[in-house]
């Protein structure tokens, strides 16, 4: 079972559903259950890969894929969501392509000691993300504040605060419908090889 509630399979599929499942084809050719998850209201899986493409592969960002997807993991680790953190590490190896480096990343991600592979902008976006995740309702201006100093500008706070703030939202759909990556092509970037 790759979800606690009935998933629609593709070759079943109909009308606005089939409509919806070509929209969110995987570079791999399949769709993820994090989309299958929707099958039951199409309309809540086309929002969905609209918003996800938006902050994760949209050309206008300006930091790279590579970090948006440590990000993305980061607050995974957080949520304690394996299905993300499986997808989106695995997309921040391929970006990083370090197997070292990514497995250093990994860990300190991993043990909440991101301080001891970033640092300056990099370690604070980190932080904020971290407390936008499991402190939310004790953000407070100042968190701001500390991002401008390290030298983020407000865009560069945005696209953090979109990736945190959609990877909640996912985090909580995935864990939430007992959603796995039973059948998944792992990852959006695919090997070189």
Known sequence: ????????PLEDAEGELKRVYDMVVT???????????????????????????????????????????VIASYTSIVNNCEYSLTHHFMNARRLIADETRSDVIFKALKSGTPETIFDGKELALLRYAAK???????MVKSDI??????????????????????????NRLLNGLGVTTEGDVIGYYQDDT
């Open 145 to 170: 504040d500390l991002l401008r100093q390290s030298g983020c500008d407000d865009g560069e706070i945005l696209e953090i605060n979109q990736v945190c703030a959609y990877f909640n939202y996912s």
């Open 1 to 8: 079972m790759s979800a606690w509630i009935e998933m629609i």
């Open 27 to 69: 570079p791999s050719g399949t769709v993820d259950n994090v989309m299958r998850a929707h099958s039951l209201r199409p309309h809540t899986m086309e929002g969905h890969v609209v918003l996800y493409k938006s902050v994760l592969h949209n050309p206008d960002n300006v930091l790279p894929f590579w970090f948006l997807e």
């Open 132 to 138: 936008l995740t499991a402190e939310v309702g004790k």
